[in-house]
């Protein structure tokens, strides 16, 4: 089992930034991809970020160019830099790893709004 706690959401002005962590604890031996998916209200969760454990890096077309996703494998984390925010990245995000299976956290509140 793998279990993921996120941190780091809350409410934030358009233009602004934020900045997303996840740790995961458990079988963390057994993650091959760590990443980060939203869901707005009355929409499907989608893809923000994923990172492999080769340091692969894969975006959702609309975070593109202004949200890095990193990791920091010693302490087992996962990080969501967010630059450039707009009302429509307001969502819960979830941090996920994929192992055995999908594991994933409780999820965090981003809200962007003036």
């Known amino acids: 089992q793998v279990q993921l706690v996120e941190s780091g959401g809350g409410l934030v002005q358009p233009g602004g930034s934020l900045r997303l962590s996840c740790v995961a604890s458990?079988?963390?031996?057994?993650?091959?991809?760590m990443g980060w998916y939203r869901q707005a209200p009355g929409k499907q969760r989608e893809l923000v970020a994923t990172?492999?454990?080769?340091?692969?890096?894969n975006y959702g077309d609309s975070v593109k160019g202004r949200f890095t996703i990193s990791t920091d494998t010693t302490k087992n984390r996962v990080y969501l830099q967010m630059n450039s925010l707009k009302p429509e990245d307001t969502a819960v995000y979830y941090c996920?790893?994929?192992?055995?299976?999908?594991?994933w956290g409780q999820g965090t509140q981003v809200t962007v709004s003036s």
């Open positions: 458990g079988s963390i031996f057994s993650i091959k991809r």
């Open positions: 996920n790893a994929f192992g055995w299976r999908d594991y």
């Open positions: 990172i492999n454990n080769g340091g692969s890096t």
